[in-house]
């Protein structure tokens, strides 16, 4: 059994963390669904003649779930994980090939373990041929799950300030509810969620999903915080939200939602709302190519499948890490 510290290690080999989202839980109150109208009819989208999208999106792989057990008898758990993130650009109109269109691929890698366990070393690393496998040892405050998404989430809105920085695109669309970092730094993000875990209007109101057509958009709506996220600003959170009929498909799996930072002002949010509408279809996936389709958008899954790519072999790098932590 290898040991690192006063901790040995064994693998649980058949069993892999699934670090699901769940956590990353979207605001729970509804605060007025009249901010832009009291007309509440489908809005038909805004078109547009030239326009630069970016998309932010991350993905996460645990290689390895391990047991450490500390010379006192106390038995904890860990996790080494992947994350990789990036931004995908594309000018729509015109020819976006792959080498021009990625913008700020990262891959970093983790040791997750639980608070107050100390291996007395913040990174691990593990050679493979000229490669160099570097895992940062972080402890968690609960839950790995949790923990690795919300370390992703910040990967992501880093990646996502870099390129509105660098590249200044007419839109941000990061894939998932917005974190609130997006608040804090007052940075005009379009958080998009394919997921209804939940309907942000009133059962008198819902109607309005089965009347609209693709292109069209319902009137924006506040929601209020994000109690379970931790952090400066978590706990007052407002957004502005909206949903986009995307594609033909009948109900709930023909539309999506979208929100913004309420700091932006309604004015703003309705610009960016009417051009989603008229936007967001265009980039709908199709069930013969997608699982996940119509939300899951075909530019974030081509991100994602390079992400994964670049993060590696999932049967390689277990290999190398059970192998090389006995001569840690």
């Known amino acids: 059994m290898p040991r690192l510290g006063r901790y040995?290690?064994?693998?649980?080999?058949?069993k892999i963390l699934e670090a699901d989202d769940l956590y990353l839980e979207e605001s729970e109150e509804i605060g007025s669904l009249e901010v832009e109208t009291r007309d509440w009819r489908p809005i038909d989208g805004t078109p547009a003649d030239s326009i630069r999208i970016a998309f932010v999106d991350g993905v996460r792989r645990t290689e390895n779930l391990v047991y450490l057990e500390g010379d006192d008898g106390t038995v904890s758990k860990g996790a080494f994980v992947s994350i990789g993130v990036g931004a995908l650009l594309l000018s729509l109109g015109r020819p976006n090939p792959a080498e021009?269109?990625?913008?700020?691929?990262?891959v970093r890698r983790f040791l997750f373990v639980e608070k107050g366990t100390d291996l007395g070393r913040r990174s691990l690393s593990f050679r493979f041929g000229d490669v160099s496998l570097d895992f940062f040892v972080e402890e968690t405050d609960g839950e790995i799950s949790p923990h690795v998404n919300e370390v992703m989430a910040k990967l992501e809105a880093g990646v996502a300030e870099e390129v509105f920085k660098e590249e200044k695109p007419d839109l941000m669309i990061t894939d998932g509810t917005l974190h609130y970092t997006a608040k804090i730094k007052n940075l005009p993000f379009v958080g998009y969620v394919k997921k209804h875990r939940k309907i942000?209007?009133?059962?008198?109101?819902?109607?309005i999903l089965r009347e609209m057509r693709v292109g069209q958009r319902t009137p924006l709506i506040l929601i209020h915080s994000q109690p379970t996220m931790e952090g400066e600003g978590a706990k007052t959170?407002?957004?502005l939200t909206w949903y986009v009929k995307i594609s033909e498909s009948e109900g709930l799996s023909g539309i999506a939602r979208l929100e913004v930072p309420a700091g932006i002002g309604v004015k703003r949010a309705v610009?960016?709302?009417n051009?989603?509408?008229?936007l967001i279809p265009k980039f709908a996936s199709a069930e013969f190519s997608d699982r996940r389709a119509p939300q899951n958008l075909v530019p974030v899954k081509y991100l994602e499948n390079t992400l994964r790519h670049r993060i590696g072999s999932q049967t390689l790098i277990r290999k190398i890490i059970m192998d090389q932590m006995f001569k840690l």
């Open 100 to 106: 021009d269109a990625y913008r700020n691929l990262k």
């Open 271 to 273: 610009e960016i709302a």
């Open 8 to 14: 040995r290690f064994s693998f649980d080999t058949w």
């Open 275 to 278: 051009l989603t509408a008229w």
């Open 237 to 239: 959170f407002d957004k």
């Open 200 to 207: 942000y209007m009133y059962p008198e109101n819902t109607c």
